[in-house]
């Protein structure tokens, strides 16, 4: 009972990507991969450190993430 109130990887996933498209300017967007298993988030890419930061935080606080893995390499 307690999965069908655990929203999905692809539902957690659209999510964190509308995330991710307010903190990159549209030309940049590509430059940050986001994966989803079993709640856990992955991000592959570059960003800027500081933004990587506060894209982090508000990635931690989406409903039914479990954990994030930062692979994000700094850049612009």
Do not use: C, F, H, Y
């Not at 999905?8 to 590509?30: N, S």
């Not at 989803?36 to 989406?62: F, H, K, Q, S």
Request: no cysteine; hydrophobic share 45%; charged share 30%.
């Amino acid at each position: 009972m307690l999965q069908a109130l655990i929203r999905d990887d692809a539902g957690i996933r659209a999510e964190v990507e509308a995330t991710v498209e307010t903190t990159r300017p549209p030309a940049d967007r590509d430059a940050v991969q986001v994966a989803v298993r079993d709640g856990i988030v992955e991000l592959t890419g570059r960003m800027p450190t500081a933004t990587a930061r506060r894209l982090l935080a508000e990635i931690e606080r989406i409903a039914d993430v479990i954990e994030v893995k930062n692979l994000l390499g700094s850049g612009t």
